[in-house]
């Protein structure tokens, strides 16, 4: 399989190139995993609210623009939110409020509403410096900055061939979904038994389909001549910008970190 049918973007589709475009991809990846480490592992939201605006500044500069980071946070935001909203009930501490059900009354505290706002801006700072990473680096780049740090081959075989595939199996799926309006289907409810049936359907079909394309594409792979590793290698020299860079968000890692335990938190 090339690689370079991967030649874009993970996530934003701004192709402008700007100081933080340009760093180079080990380093890029290497230093966000270290920053989001970082970034869970602090107690305190000054700290971690500097962290925040540190990475919009960067976002800004970067041209991504702030609405397609919000775009972003929605699609995440859901599933951790479940999680950040129960953390106030389910935490220890003094109540601050209750809230009485049939057969159980839910108790408030203060100490859990502080542990969700730590554990929602964690998450937020997380994902937008992830999100900051992919819309400035291509999959390819990516890809072999991961190899060039020595992350088990099989994650990045996976990675690649979940990446590549995707968006195939998405216009199988809207090609399946433009014949069934073609025969006059309209979705109507769940509750629908016609409308369950047709999409159990679509369901099952998709993965027959899937299954079959993903044989027919290993056969033509060993055909090829392929052995279960992808031939790349890193281009160019990591240089003296990327290792400036990197010493400044080791300083200012060092400065959250003061921040952090210097006894700037909300105690309650």
Avoid at 19 to 41: C, E, N, P, W
Avoid at 161 to 174: A, H, M
Wanted: proline share 2%.
């Amino acid at each position: 399989m090339c690689t370079g049918s991967l030649e874009h973007s993970l996530s934003s589709s701004n192709s402008s190139k700007t100081f933080f475009h340009g760093l180079d991809s080990r380093v890029k990846l290497l230093t966000s995993i270290a920053f989001v480490v970082l970034v869970v592992s602090l107690q305190s939201l000054y700290s971690i609210a500097l962290a925040a605006l540190a990475i919009i500044l960067i976002i800004v500069l970067s041209g991504i623009g702030v609405r397609y980071a919000i775009r972003r946070l929605v699609w995440i935001l859901p599933f951790s939110g479940t999680i950040i909203l129960l953390v106030p009930f389910t935490h220890g501490g003094e109540p601050l409020a209750a809230f009485s059900l049939p057969g159980i009354t839910l108790y408030v505290s203060g100490e859990g509403v502080y542990r969700a706002l730590l554990l929602g801006s964690r998450v937020i700072v997380s994902v937008l410096t992830i999100m900051l990473v992919t819309a400035t680096t291509t999959s390819v780049e990516l890809l072999r900055a991961m190899r060039a740090l020595h992350v088990p081959v099989i994650f990045i075989r996976l990675t690649e061939f979940t990446w590549r595939y995707v968006f195939v199996l998405l216009d199988e799926l809207n090609r399946m979904h433009q014949a069934r309006r073609a025969r006059g289907f309209t979705l109507r409810t769940i509750w629908d038994s016609f409308s369950r049936k047709t999409l159990a359907e679509t369901i099952g079909m998709l993965f027959l389909r899937s299954l079959q394309r993903a044989e027919r594409v290993y056969q033509a792979m060993l055909a090829r001549g392929f052995t279960g590793e992808v031939k790349g290698r890193m281009d160019g020299q990591i240089r003296a910008v990327d290792y400036m860079w990197g010493l400044m968000l080791v300083l200012f890692s060092i400065l959250l970190l003061l921040i952090d335990r210097g006894g700037m938190t909300w105690n309650l």
